[in-house]
């Protein structure tokens, strides 16, 4: 038995199916979970001992590489003047102006420790600002666990939604209205039937929970339009997408700017922040100026910021964006060219430092077009990618990244080993 057996056995007699999230688990890939003991740069390593080129990137805060030295000094320094007080600190403010700074849609900033905690709280502060109970998601875009978020399309092109998970009520289920994603009609259809009920809009600008997929072009154009007219919020989720494909975000990339935005991973640079900002007319309504109430004891914990901010300060360097995009394409330009070399029908599509690969003849542009894909091939290609060192993301439907550290070795291996998996897949 291998170590990473070993320990897989031990974690699920004390953790539920072994891990802490449940993507961890390989579920959707089959075959034992890699419990990694450390990273440098582009590479990871188990606790077998093997090295692994990684793409995963801790699902997108890594984007400068793992344990970057001056990431590792901010966090030693600001740690040995303690790990967290329950009070303000100076450090706070600095990432909150450095985030207005960056993002011209925010104009106030509240810091809290996840991804989740900002878009359950940007959902409760539209309500609270606009008065009404209604929010728009899309099919295929993942949001965090909070219960108006996890839900899944009914039966119809218009439906309110379905729980997607035991736990959550029917009746908080039904608060959710769920459209596919590109899909302007079916949102216009649904601020029609709810006429002045509908509080918000959140949307992934760029959706990485069900792999990678675009917005197509006047979607999110389409849907700053119609949260005018309507006098509906507009969230944009870029906790996967802030400062991984553009230095401004999505909204920085196309132009489009939502009234408020969730932000995490990359401003954290791997240890847990979150973030929710916007137009200080909304950001006002929240505790204690208003009456939404929101609150964290960890929030704007000092060593994690101290993280966020040496990794933003690494992303300033002139051309670092360019590059990293310049490097991701490569990678996927060479996925692409080897799986067409072998005869499979396998795609890829990249935005930043975010890629998608899908096994179909086309990217995606919705989520039942990645559902189309080809997911047992896909379980194929990882496991003899993950053999051949590669780590990608243990599910078809997940995003990529590519960081800084990545350099030609790393991605000239990687098409290597792409080769090689696809010539044993024909």
Not at 8 to 25: D, K, L, Y
Not at 295 to 309: I, K
Request: charged residues 20%; glycine residues 12%.
């Amino acid at each position: 038995m291998t170590r990473n057996e070993e320990l897989f056995a031990r974690a699920q007699r004390t953790i539920p199916a072994g891990v802490n999230s449940p993507v961890r688990a390989f579920r959707s890939v089959g075959g034992t979970p890699r419990f990694l003991v450390r990273g440098e740069g582009p590479y990871v390593w188990d606790a077998d001992g093997r090295r692994y080129i990684d793409y995963v990137g801790s699902w997108g805060p890594a984007i400068v590489g793992h344990a970057h030295p001056a990431v590792v000094r901010a966090v030693q320094e600001r740690a040995v003047h303690g790990l967290s007080f329950g009070a303000p600190t100076e450090i706070e403010i600095e990432l909150a102006e450095l985030l207005v700074r960056r993002l011209p849609s925010l104009e106030m900033v509240r810091l809290v420790s996840s991804g989740t905690e900002a878009t359950m709280t940007a959902l409760r502060l539209a309500r609270g600002h606009t008065g009404r109970g209604k929010i728009v998601k899309f099919e295929g875009c993942y949001h965090g666990h909070g219960d108006s978020l996890l839900v899944k399309a009914g039966s119809g092109a218009l439906t309110f939604g379905q729980p997607s998970s035991a736990g959550v009520p029917a009746a908080i289920a039904g608060e959710t209205i769920v459209v596919p994603y590109n899909d302007l009609a079916a949102v216009e259809a649904a601020f029609a039937a709810e006429r002045d009920g509908i509080a918000g809009v959140i949307v992934e600008p760029i959706a990485g929970n069900m792999n990678m997929v675009r917005p197509q072009p006047g979607f999110l154009e389409g849907l700053r339009a119609l949260c005018d007219r309507h006098g509906a919020v507009l969230i944009f989720d870029e906790v996967m997408t802030g400062f991984r494909v553009h230095p401004q975000g999505v909204q920085g990339m196309t132009g489009v700017t939502p009234d408020l935005t969730t932000l995490g991973k990359v401003i954290g640079g791997g240890m847990p922040v979150g973030a929710f900002g916007g137009k200080r007319a909304i950001m006002e309504k929240i505790a204690p100026l208003g009456p939404v109430y929101q609150a964290g004891t960890l929030s704007g914990n000092p060593v994690a910021v101290a993280a966020g901010l040496a990794t933003l300060a690494l992303t300033e360097a002139p051309g670092f964006y360019d590059r990293l995009a310049a490097k991701t394409k490569a990678m996927t330009d060479g996925l692409a060219a080897e799986a067409k070399r072998a005869g499979i029908e396998c795609c890829a599509d990249a935005v930043g430092g975010m890629f998608g690969l899908y096994f179909a003849p086309r990217v995606p542009r919705s989520y039942a077009e990645i559902m189309a894909c080809d997911k047992e091939r896909f379980n194929r290609f990882f496991h003899l990618m993950l053999d051949a060192g590669i780590y990608l993301a243990p599910s078809a439907y997940e995003a990529g990244f590519v960081s800084a550290a990545h350099g030609d070795a790393e991605i000239a291996a990687t098409t290597a080993a792409a080769a090689a998996a696809f010539a044993a897949l024909r």
